[in-house]
């Protein structure tokens, strides 16, 4: 009999919790790996014992790892205004770069177990770069460090249901552009990761 009484609210909850999902389908959270492929610039001054040593142009597209984190509140099944941030962090010749997001759209959806979807988004980035000094040359950010500026993503992606609540997002892909140093930077970023729906 006490056993009863204990399993029949439990039951009664998650009852009460299994019936009304679709009603609370309300918020969405990611959190994944993100990859980025940026351009950026740096200055590479040979060290030499005279007063002014040659300085090159380098400008390499650097592969970027790291995370993104998402989130969506949906005023429709199909409509949600989501927020989102990310970092993503590389070197170049010893040499570290930092590039942060945070961005701010409306993201489209097609509601079902199979959840496609497409986002625009903007908002700001924040870019910090690390100084080298090596026995040949110094490297340093050709437009200074930190910087700070305008920043957009316009992307598409799909979500897998696989239990209740959680989903999967085995792919998104966003055109990134960011606006730092008075020139404009264009970079895909591929992203994966998990899916909480509340």
Known sequence: MRRLFVLLPL???LALVAGS?????????FGGYSYVHAPTEWNEAVL???PACPVTMVTPKLSLNGWEFSGAYKAKDWLGLGADF???YGSFNGASYHLQTYLFGPQISLPGKISPFAHLLVGGAHATSGVT???ASALTPANGSPSNGFATAVGVGIDIKIAPFVWVRPVQIDYLATRLNSSTQSQPRISTGVVLHF
Request: glycine share 0%.
């Open 11 to 13: 039951i009664a909850v």
């Open 21 to 29: 999902a679709q009603a609370q389908d309300k918020i969405e959270l």
């Open 48 to 50: 030499c014992p005279a």
């Open 86 to 88: 990310s970092s993503h």
């Open 133 to 135: 000094l090596t026995p």
